[in-house]
């Protein structure tokens, strides 16, 4: 009895002191066992055993290959604090320290065949719930772990290193870690991640200790789906600042923008990732909806602010493909747009309906209507304003990245002189390509008469503007009264317009700052009074070429008649306006010719200087009537038969016009009759030679008649006439030589004959 006591009693002593004496070496086949179950090969490491319930590890490497990439994880010196029940029932340990460990990753390149032969012989099937947090909590082997430091690198082969370098605490069942990020040895951001046993998580990244990117979430399993919801925020100038480090990132190519992305998301991925990834894929499931707002500064050359303000909601299924929907109110604003020739102080676009852009098969884009509002639109001396525009999106095709939409303006004021001109209604349509925006438009304004239709297009890569239109005709009679009040310089009151008609039809390009095109100009029977000259039936076609800088104009011009006390009609003339713009424009007639008192004036061509007019021309005179050439002179009883021709040669100079040595011949004989008033025959009875003179030119059958014309600017004309011939009736038709001097103010003739009509009309009137 007594030896079944003693025995009792030693296996009761004996075994729990073996079992204590054998933790150490339970400890080590633990960490080996570990290490073995996460795929490191050979894991032996030299073990010691400095105090009671600490096991050391001096220093620890172990290598793992796959078929894509090498690691090597070092560690050194690891010490395990174990409690002996709990490492004797559950392998665990109480806390691991290790002050410093490295994992270097190589990726290996592998050829093609290589990469078919290893996808074909590896039928995996990967338990994605083994990536939560409360898995890995669950399978590390101590309830506490503690690295200094972990010093992870990446290397890429080819391409630079990537390294991240930080601490992992876990303790009471959440795991801490703060890392640094580095790129080609170069610091890029750092990240702060928390996770817990229930599968909340959150990430920060951080750039010069601000944060980047916010993420805070929590991941759900069930049998079939993790399902993960997390809000997310990103601060858009520090990821851009980011980026920028990143040789060949796109944020090198963009300009920089300030701003934020915020969020929530939820993602929901099948548990088992196997091969066929293609199924996989089409059960993920994900949506999002975000608010953006970004401010650019300078993004092109003409636009100084871009703010966008944009609400999206984002889903992706299988039965739906990818959709993203940007919500109504979002907005885009520009600020201070243009050059030297235009500006726009504020331009946005608010979308009114949803934008929906879809992906499944191809990709869709959904009608819209967004509008588009702007403030002090300045386009050289034009100014415009109006309620926002309405665009109606249409004919989207994603694909070939095209769409039309419709626009409609209700009132569109135009201002070009002091005061805004009476509002337009316009419409049009626009047609976008990845190469090309196009526009077709109409604008009316029933109060000015005017009824404009055209089309532009711009071709985006070599910047080139093209646009034409066509004015209809406008009546003229009323053009001054309309337009008085809006036109850039006051409308000159001793001018006045009566019937006519005015269209217009041109096309312009622009391209590399570079004006051309032309404008065509028709004018249609238009009436003016000038003073008191009545100018009629004005026909003008003329066009205006614009290149580069240069304007010129050519054209014809046709006017039925010019009264000014004697009738000037059917005149003709081709001229040509070279540099409109610059400061001494030059005028070219080509051809000028017009009929008077029954005969043709043509001028030979010349050319002067607008501002500085000096003009030298012949006017060549063809068979002018004698008879109405004798009416001027206003003298009763005076008339005449026959033609005259000669040449005028013609000079203008500061304002002053001067005839010398114009020569005028009679084109064959002819004949002069005067029957004097009994004035004039008293006057002849007391003067012989005057006498001699009234009855030789009673019937005057002329041979010869000559008259050399000198005119000088302050209006005096004097004309030397040579007169050769008989009178029939009068001394047996003795032949008789006249050299008759004529002296008239030509300027006070023309006023006395503006009178004369004046006082006709006048007493016609009263008669009436």
């Known amino acids: 009895m007594k030896k079944w006591i003693l025995a009792s009693l030693a296996i009761l002593i004996v075994i729990p002191a073996a079992l204590y004496l054998a933790l150490p070496f339970l400890a080590s086949k633990a960490v080996e066992s570990w290490l073995s179950e996460q795929g490191f090969d050979d894991p032996h490491f030299d073990v010691a055993y400095p105090t009671n319930r600490e096991l050391l590890i001096k220093q620890l490497e172990v290598t793992k290959n796959t078929p894509d990439r090498h690691s090597t994880l070092k560690a050194g010196p690891v010490t395990l604090h174990y409690r002996p029940l709990r490492l004797l029932f559950s392998g665990t340990f109480e806390r691991i320290t290790i002050p410093e460990a490295s994992l270097v990753i190589s990726t290996k390149d592998l050829n093609q065949s290589e990469n078919i032969a290893n996808t074909e012989a590896s039928a995996f099937a990967v338990e994605l719930a083994n990536f939560l947090p409360s898995f890995w909590i669950e399978q590390t082997p101590a309830a506490e772990i503690l690295i200094g430091q972990l010093t992870t690198t990446l290397q890429l082969g080819s391409r630079p290193d990537i390294k991240l370098v930080g601490n992992i605490a876990l303790q009471n069942q959440q795991l801490f870690s703060r890392v640094e990020g580095y790129y080609d040895a170069q610091p890029l951001a750092r990240a702060d991640l928390h996770f817990t046993a229930n599968d909340r998580f959150s990430f920060s990244l951080l750039h010069d200790n601000q944060s980047v990117i916010d993420i805070e979430g929590r991941a759900v399993e069930d049998e079939k789906a993790i399902l993960i919801a997390a809000n997310h925020e990103t601060n858009l100038a520090k990821a851009h600042e980011l980026l920028w480090q990143i040789p060949g990132s796109i944020a090198q190519i963009i300009p920089g923008f300030t701003g934020a992305l915020k969020g929530r998301a939820k993602i929901s991925l099948q548990r088992t990732l196997t091969q066929d990834t293609t199924a996989w894929l089409q059960a993920l499931s994900f949506e999002d909806s975000s608010k953006t707002n970004i401010v650019a500064l300078s993004p092109l050359e003409t636009i100084k602010v871009v703010n966008l303000n944009i609400e999206t909601e984002t889903q992706l299924t299988n039965d739906k493909g990818l959709q993203v929907q940007v919500t109504p109110k979002s907005k885009i604003t520009a600020l201070n747009l243009g050059n030297n020739d235009w500006h726009i102080d504020k331009l946005d676009f608010t979308t009114q309906s949803p934008i929906t852009v879809n992906y499944f098969d191809k990709l869709t884009v959904s009608p819209f209507r967004i509008s588009l509002a702007y403030k002090d639109a300045q386009f050289?001396?034009?100014?415009?304003?109006?309620?926002?525009?309405?665009?109606?999106?249409?004919?989207?095709?994603?694909?070939?990245?095209?769409?039309?939409?419709?626009?409609?303006?209700?009132?569109?004021?135009?201002?070009?002189?002091?005061?805004?001109?009476?509002?337009?209604?316009?419409?049009?349509?626009?047609?976008?390509?990845?190469?090309?925006?196009?526009?077709?438009?109409?604008?009316?304004?029933?109060?000015?008469?005017?009824?404009?239709?055209?089309?532009?297009?711009?071709?985006?890569?070599?910047?080139?503007?093209?646009?034409?239109?066509?004015?209809?005709?406008?009546?003229?009679?009323?053009?001054?009264?309309?337009?008085?009040?809006?036109?850039?310089?006051?409308?000159?009151?001793?001018?006045?317009?009566?019937?006519?008609?005015y269209s217009q039809n041109g096309a312009l390009s622009w391209w590399d700052g570079t004006l051309d095109g032309k404008i065509n100009h028709l004018m249609r029977d238009l009436h003016v009074m000038y003073q008191k000259v009545a100018i009629?039936?004005?026909?003008?076609?003329?066009?205006?070429?614009?290149?580069?800088?240069?304007?010129?104009?050519?054209?014809?011009?046709?006017?039925?008649?010019?009264?000014?006390?004697?009738?000037?009609?059917?005149?003709?003339?081709?001229?040509?306006?070279?540099?409109?713009?610059?400061?001494?424009?030059?005028?070219?007639?080509?051809?000028?010719?017009?009929?008077?008192?029954?005969?043709?004036?043509?001028?030979?061509?010349?050319?002067?200087?607008?501002?500085?007019?000096?003009?030298?021309?012949?006017?060549?005179?063809?068979?002018?009537?004698?008879?109405?050439?004798?009416?001027?002179?206003?003298?009763?009883?005076?008339?005449?038969?026959?033609?005259?021709?000669?040449?005028?040669?013609?000079?203008?100079?500061?304002?002053?016009?001067?005839?010398?040595?114009?020569?005028?011949?009679?084109?064959?004989?002819?004949?002069?009759?005067?029957?004097?008033?009994?004035?004039?025959?008293?006057?002849?009875?007391?003067?012989?030679?005057?006498?001699?003179?009234?009855?030789?030119?009673?019937?005057?059958?002329?041979?010869?008649?000559?008259?050399?014309?000198?005119?000088?600017?302050?209006?005096?004309?004097?004309?030397?006439?040579?007169l050769s011939g008989s009178n029939p009736d009068w001394n047996k038709g003795q032949p008789v030589n006249f050299s008759i001097n004529i002296e008239e103010n030509l300027i006070q003739l023309m006023k006395s004959l503006q009178f004369a009509d004046k006082l006709a009309e006048q007493l016609q009137h009263k008669k009436q």
């Open 380 to 501: 050289g001396v034009m100014t415009l304003a109006s309620e926002p525009i309405e665009l109606d999106i249409q004919s989207v095709d994603a694909a070939k990245q095209t769409f039309s939409a419709g626009y409609t303006l209700k009132e569109l004021k135009v201002q070009l002189g002091k005061d805004p001109i009476p509002p337009f209604f316009a419409k049009g349509l626009f047609t976008f390509t990845p190469d090309t925006l196009k526009t077709s438009y109409f604008f009316v304004n029933e109060p000015l008469d005017i009824d404009l239709s055209g089309d532009l297009s711009y071709v985006i890569n070599s910047k080139l503007l093209k646009t034409n239109w066509h004015l209809k005709e406008i009546p003229t009679n009323e053009l001054p009264l309309k337009w008085r009040n809006y036109l850039p310089f006051k409308w000159p009151i001793d001018i006045q317009i009566g019937e006519g008609f």
């Open 536 to 722: 009629e039936g004005i026909n003008a076609k003329s066009t205006t070429f614009l290149r580069d800088k240069r304007i010129d104009e050519q054209g014809t011009l046709t006017v039925k008649q010019v009264e000014q006390g004697y009738s000037l009609q059917k005149l003709n003339a081709e001229y040509r306006i070279n540099q409109l713009t610059s400061k001494d424009p030059i005028i070219n007639i080509n051809a000028l010719q017009a009929e008077l008192l029954g005969g043709t004036l043509t001028a030979t061509p010349f050319y002067t200087t607008f501002n500085d007019m000096n003009i030298r021309t012949d006017i060549e005179v063809s068979e002018l009537s004698l008879n109405q050439l004798l009416q001027l002179e206003n003298q009763p009883g005076l008339t005449g038969q026959g033609l005259l021709s000669g040449r005028i040669p013609l000079t203008y100079h500061q304002g002053k016009l001067a005839v010398k040595a114009g020569d005028i011949k009679a084109v064959q004989p002819g004949n002069i009759r005067y029957e004097p008033t009994d004035n004039v025959r008293q006057m002849g009875q007391n003067n012989q030679g005057l006498g001699i003179a009234l009855n030789a030119l009673s019937n005057f059958n002329y041979t010869t008649l000559s008259a050399n014309a000198n005119y000088q600017s302050n209006g005096d004309l004097l004309l030397q006439t040579q």
